[in-house]
């Protein structure tokens, strides 16, 4: 697979950010998002397993600087979720994924059930489940691409 460059420039510089690459904040460039935005992953999973609940907590306890315009950490969507699946072997990704099941900030209409996204296959595979479920998450926040 070949790697996927995205490139920016800054007032004096041309900076390129390859998938996988560590921030100077400790985060990882994990890809772009279909909006345009950068996704920045943490270098590995929160404690867990742990409900939908849990994670969220997790996320809005998370003392993030609103440096760059980046968003707060939150529990991945479904696209972003996905798109650390298909990155997760680039760079410090790899390997940083357990292979168990992770949580998606997806909820049905009653509210009871959450997407939850397993890195297990190959294709990966997602499913409603209870929130009240165990499963791992990633935390992550998006923004603009590092000029």
Do not use: C
């Given at each position: 697979?070949?790697?996927?460059?995205?490139?920016?420039?800054?007032?004096?510089?041309?900076?390129?950010?390859?998938?996988?690459?560590?921030?100077?904040?400790?985060?990882?460039?994990?890809?772009?998002?279909?909006?345009?935005k950068a996704?920045?992953?943490?270098?590995?999973?929160?404690?867990?397993?742990?409900?939908?609940?849990?994670?969220?907590?997790?996320?809005?306890?998370?003392?993030?600087?609103?440096?760059?315009?980046?968003?707060?950490?939150?529990?991945?969507?479904?696209?972003?979720?996905?798109?650390?699946?298909?990155?997760?072997?680039?760079?410090?990704?790899?390997?940083?994924?357990?292979?168990?099941?992770?949580?998606?900030?997806?909820?049905?209409?009653?509210?009871?059930?959450?997407?939850?996204?397993?890195?297990?296959?190959?294709?990966?595979?997602?499913?409603?489940?209870?929130?009240?479920?165990?499963?791992?998450?990633?935390?992550?926040?998006?923004?603009?691409?590092?000029?």
């Amino acid at each position: 697979m070949a790697k996927k460059k995205r490139e920016r420039y800054g007032k004096k510089s041309k900076v390129e950010v390859e998938i996988g690459d560590k921030m100077a904040d400790g985060t990882i460039f994990a890809g772009e998002l279909a909006d345009g935005k950068a996704l920045y992953a943490l270098p590995e999973d929160s404690p867990g397993p742990i409900t939908l609940e849990a994670a969220k907590k997790i996320a809005r306890n998370m003392k993030s600087k609103k440096a760059d315009d980046l968003s707060e950490w939150h529990v991945p969507d479904m696209e972003e979720l996905n798109t650390l699946f298909n990155n997760q072997n680039e760079k410090s990704l790899s390997g940083s994924f357990n292979g168990n099941t992770y949580w998606t900030s997806s909820m049905d209409q009653s509210g009871n059930l959450a997407r939850s996204f397993s890195f297990n296959t190959s294709k990966g595979m997602s499913d409603m489940v209870s929130k009240h479920n165990k499963n791992s998450v990633r935390l992550v926040r998006t923004g603009p691409f590092p000029l």
